[in-house]
């Protein structure tokens, strides 16, 4: 079993950075881990995915090239560099981890979750 932790967020303008970090209990070398936002009022969606590996990522259109996720396996610790940031990536971030090798972008498809950290983007 794994148990998640999320740091880093906090209130921030548009245009700017923020840098999430994913602690876990236990080693997640053997876990895909993944990163979501559950906007208010709207449905919880997927930000980016990282393998097993870390060799293969995913990323949600709205983030391209702005949104970065890596894992430090050593650490325990997966992490979410957010640069660019608009309003309308405020949201609650939540960390997911789920024994596999490859990249994982739905809900269910999670077993453990963090308890989230709010990011809150000003214009």
């Known amino acids: 079993q794994v148990q998640l932790v999320e740091s880093g967020g906090g209130l921030v303008q548009a245009g700017g950075s923020l840098r999430l970090s994913c602690a876990a209990s236990?080693?997640?070398?053997?876990?895909?881990m993944g990163w979501f936002r559950h906007p208010p009022g709207k449905e919880r969606e997927v930000v980016a995915a990282?393998?097993?590996?870390?060799?293969?990522?995913y990323y949600a259109d709205s983030v391209k090239g702005r949104f970065t996720i890596s894992r430090d396996n050593a650490k325990n610790t997966v992490y979410l560099q957010m640069n660019s940031l608009k309003p309308e990536g405020t949201a609650v971030y939540y960390c997911?981890?789920?024994?596999?090798?490859?990249?994982?972008?739905?809900?269910?498809?999670?077993?453990?979750w963090g308890q989230g950290t709010q990011v809150t983007v000003s214009s």
């Open positions: 236990g080693r997640i070398s053997s876990y895909a």
């Open positions: 990282i393998s097993w590996s870390g060799t293969s990522t």
């Open positions: 997911a981890a789920r024994r596999g090798s490859y990249y994982y972008t739905q809900n269910e498809e999670y077993d453990y």
